[in-house]
């Protein structure tokens, strides 16, 4: 098992999480519409960067500015938003570490 692999599973361990992804995005189309609307919507207000962005209605999802243009998507259940992101920040050393690689 690589080690992506295994980040992947330990963050689809977090309570909540069903789905847990890293994924690559250009500078003109990112992964997902959301990250890139709360960016549009940073960058109007003069807010700085959006690093992160966590959705909730009847399913749940954190997407997380990785950097390199790498995005990591976490998908699940509603109300763990403390959880996942003690468990993004917990993993960031590692994810950090994947440069190229992408699931």
Do not use: K
């Amino acid at each position: 098992m690589s080690m992506l692999s295994r980040l992947l599973t330990a963050l689809e361990g977090t309570e909540g999480v069903e789905m847990a992804a890293l994924l690559a995005g250009t500078p003109r189309a990112t992964p997902d519409v959301a990250m890139t609307d709360a960016q549009r919507v940073a960058n109007s207000g003069n807010l700085g960067a959006c690093l992160q962005v966590y959705i909730e209605a009847d399913a749940a999802v954190l997407i997380d500015d990785v950097g390199d243009g790498r995005f990591l998507r976490l998908q699940g259940a509603p109300g763990h938003h403390g959880r996942w992101r003690y468990a993004v920040e917990r993993h960031r050393p590692l994810i950090g570490r994947f440069s190229g690689e992408v699931a």
